[in-house]
């Protein structure tokens, strides 16, 4: 199965909170999983990724928390921020990256004041 | 570093029409670029594997004739888009990969089509 299943499809979240993503697959030879953030009218830009090695990644105030045994994987970012407000994918590669990436299908996440 | 970008940005041209886009990486080489499409409010979908010095790999579904692709430099790739209708209004973006840092794709900026 190649599929990567994104939760939940939208998001709100009020300044200063923690906004929450997760993601689900399947197939146990993905061993990369980034995450992206994509602006309206822009190309996506790589936030954060982590490698199975690991079960959480903290850059700044996006941290990600990977559960292999479970498949799943999530995306926190803390002291959300109105400038936060965009869409994020996350992704799996296979065989150490460097080939074609499964995205999610996206979280548009708004932060209000 | 590891910047992509596309040309041009957004084009309008007329059903019936060829239109190129260009992808460039500008302070890196890359031997594998892919081409995605997006439509609006949806993920990204994967049209093809561009690979420097050889033929483009489809995604089933992709028309190759309809979807030119061409990788003849390690800094560029160019996808027309041949005799365009409607239909094929989109957001096309490319990506690149860094292999010298743990093969992440890099994403360029994206070009809007619209075909009347």
């Known amino acids: 199965q190649q599929q990567v299943k994104q939760s939940p499809q939208s998001l709100i979240v009020q300044k200063g909170g923690i906004s929450i993503i997760n993601c689900a697959y399947e197939n146990t030879a993905f061993d990369y999983f980034p995450w992206y953030q994509q602006f309206p009218g822009k190309g996506p830009a790589l936030l954060i990724a982590?490698?199975?090695?690991?079960s959480e990644k903290k850059e700044g105030r996006f941290t990600i928390s990977f559960n292999k045994s479970a498949k799943q994987f999530s995306l926190h970012i803390m002291d959300s921020q109105p400038g936060d407000s965009a869409t994020y994918f996350c992704?799996?590669?296979?065989?150490?990256?460097?080939?074609?990436?499964?995205f999610g299908t996206g979280t548009q996440l708004k932060v209000e004041l | 570093g590891a910047v992509v970008s596309q040309h041009p940005s957004r084009v309008i041209c007329k059903s019936g029409t060829s239109v190129k886009i260009e992808c460039r990486s500008l302070d890196f080489q890359a031997t594998t670029m892919f081409w995605y499409r997006q439509f609006p409010k949806k993920s990204l979908m994967l049209m093809a594997t561009s690979n420097e010095g050889s033929k483009a790999t489809y995604e089933q579904g992709v028309e190759k004739d309809k979807f030119l692709i061409n990788h003849a430099s390690l800094t560029l790739s160019t996808l027309t888009v041949t005799s365009a209708h409607p239909e094929d209004s989109s957001f096309y973006i490319c990506s690149a990969i860094l292999t010298s840092s743990y093969n992440e794709q890099f994403f360029g900026p994206g070009t809007r089509l619209t075909v009347l």
């Open positions: 992704a799996a590669d296979g065989t150490g990256g460097g080939n074609k990436l499964t």
């Open positions: 982590i490698r199975p090695d690991v």
